[in-house]
């Protein structure tokens, strides 16, 4: 009895730290103010269908990365730098966008004609892209995952058997938490009205593309040594 409570109290620390170290990378916070932005022109039914696939595809994310994450890299010779630039890349699109939206001619015949026609069209897919990949599980997390996954047997002294069972309980919580974040944003919708919405719209995107210009750069900066030292000479 007493063996089976110690087991338990492993599983239970493993599943802490785990969450300790990739919800402040997740931040589904963030997510849920992103969601704000993008989901404003969507029904409450069609908001719930985005926040429920959007924790599924984190889910998804964080499996794939942890069991085969440094596979698919290592097949395709990507490299932890150039995740994390890619990343900065979309993140700094979908900012302009937000930042920057289309205007709209809502005065005449034409745009009312097309707008009738755009109601009956389904709403726009913005479960994986944007709030799942990379908001949530973006460069940071995805990192994270990968490098722990390579080196959690050899540095952890846990069991065997919580290192296999801890990871996918840990990932579903973190989807768990940022489905009820999403979920929780509708009464932050009718709380803030349309106007609050446009302007978090904004905000949201002008820090979207600080972040995405922010990747960019700490990879700049956390460069080899021997790469900066390689470009000064041969400029």
């Not at 997390?141 to 290192?163: E, G, K, Y």
């Amino acid at each position: 009895m007493a063996w089976g409570w110690w087991c338990c109290l492993d599983l239970f620390k493993a599943i802490g730290l785990g969450l300790v170290v990739l919800l402040p990378l997740a931040n589904p916070l963030t997510t849920v103010a992103l969601f704000l932005g993008l989901a404003g022109n969507m029904n409450s039914a069609e908001r719930n269908r985005q926040s429920l696939m959007a924790s599924v595809y984190v889910f998804a994310i964080m499996m794939v990365a942890y069991y085969a994450g440094q596979l698919v890299m290592d097949t395709f010779g990507i490299s932890i730098p150039g995740l994390r630039i890619a990343g900065g890349l979309i993140v700094a699109f979908i900012g302009f966008r937000m930042l920057f939206p289309q205007q709209k001619a809502i005065d005449s015949p034409e745009a009312k004609s097309k707008s009738e026609e755009l109601e009956d069209e389904p709403s726009a897919n913005i479960a994986f892209v944007p709030l799942a990949m990379p908001s949530t599980a973006g460069p940071g997390t995805i990192a994270m995952i990968i490098s722990s996954a390579s080196t959690v047997r050899q540095s952890s002294t846990f069991a065997d058997w919580v290192l296999m069972v801890a990871p996918p309980l840990i990932f579903f919580l973190v989807a768990v938490i940022l489905w009820g974040s999403l979920r929780s944003s509708g009464a932050i919708m009718r709380l803030v009205g349309k106007g609050g919405i446009e302007a978090i719209s904004r905000l949201m995107g002008f820090l979207l593309v600080c972040m995405g210009v922010q990747f960019i750069i700490n990879v700049s900066v956390n460069r080899p040594p021997y790469v900066a030292i390689r470009q000064e000479l041969v400029t």
